[in-house]
């Protein structure tokens, strides 16, 4: 069983920085896709980016476009979250999730859909303030 870690949440003002990890032990870490997801009190778990096997294509929500970089180091077995120019709204737990078979060694799925993914972390909370 797969069970990504992820680490680096915290406190932050509006307008900084922050940057988030997850590594995956177990099946091909790098044969699959990774997700980034996030919830915020009251509200549904929400897209947030991913990264295809290779690396080679990402995907953003347009909420995040511009400000969040999310990038791979398989040697490490790790994904990152690079988080800058942070807004209040950007306060929420964060989630990393493993791609499921869907995302084997391919740069295109549904990137969006939470049931891409079938391992997820337990979340890191990331809380913006004014």
């Known amino acids: 069983q797969v069970q990504p870690v992820e680490s680096g949440g915290g406190l932050v003002q509006a307008g900084g920085s922050l940057t988030l990890s997850c590594t995956a032990s177990g099946r091909t870490f790098s044969s699959y896709a990774m997700g980034w997801f996030r919830q915020a009190p009251g509200k549904e778990r929400e897209f947030v980016a991913a990264?295809?096997?290779?690396?080679?294509?990402?995907n953003y929500a347009d909420s995040v476009k511009g400000r969040f970089t999310v990038s791979r180091d398989n040697a490490k077995n790790t994904v990152y979250l690079q988080m800058n120019s942070l807004k209040l709204e950007d306060t929420a737990v964060y989630y990393c999730a493993v791609g499921g078979r869907g995302t084997y060694l391919r740069g295109s799925y549904n990137y969006h859909d939470a049931g891409e993914y079938a391992n997820w972390g337990q979340g890191t909370q990331v809380t913006v303030s004014s």
């Open positions: 990264i295809s096997w290779s690396g080679s294509t990402t």
